[in-house]
């Protein structure tokens, strides 16, 4: 079973760059199956989706977020980043890293996900 | 492509059904539609794919129905861990999209 786990600092200032990472660990089969993407929720509110990468490299941005946005592999196998830059208190949100799976060629419902990590944008 | 999901709330009694709706401001071509339950502090868990098609490990107790711009997620008999939060989302175009959720409540 493939787990995931955000990491990254909790509190960024505003103007700032927004950075996480995601860990996965487990079943690694199939990896090509996949997408892996990040999805944020702000407080009391519902789901917003910021991007997925396919494993052969190509990345998909949500066109609200995409000139700040820069998604890519992590420094180590098995993990993935975020970086979201000159950020302001509306990027305050919980932070998810989750697989996204497909089907007949769509990807795009997200099958794993991680705990999730509260960034908070505050001086 | 907005994804308008009603009601906002459902107060039901556990044993109930509850029936939720969530409406395409377009088509979703090929049903590409997906549902999911959020308790308070967790992840969101994947409950339907494909508008109809149940994840793994979900109990039968949860459908999903539709086409088109309508769709719905039926669960046939409340137990006390279904009151939770459930959004739907499409996932046939770019950007991919959220509802605003149906927040299902204990009466």
Redesign the interface.
Known sequence: QVQLQESGPGLVRPSQTLSLTCSVSGDSSNSDDYYWGWIRQPPGK????IGYSSNSGRY?Y???LKSRLIMSEGTTNNQFSLMLSSVTSADTAVY?CAR??G??G??????Q????TLVTVSS | IVLTQSPGTLSLSPGEGATLSCRASQSVS?G?L?W?QQRPG?????LI??AS?R??GIPDRFSGSGSGTDFTLTISRLEPEDFAVY?C?Q??S????????TKVEIK
Do not use: K
Not at chain 1, 46 to 49: I, R, S, V
Not at chain 1, 113 to 116: A, E, V
Not at chain 2, 94 to 101: E, I, M, V, Y
């Open positions: 519902g789901l917003e989706w998909y949500n066109p609200s998810y996204a799976s089907s007949r769509y990807y795009g419902f997200f099958q996900w991680g705990q999730g | 090929g590409f997906a999911y967790q992840a969101p868990r994947l794919y494909a098609s994840a793994t959004y989302q996932y046939v770019s950007p991919l999209t959220f509802g605003g959720g």
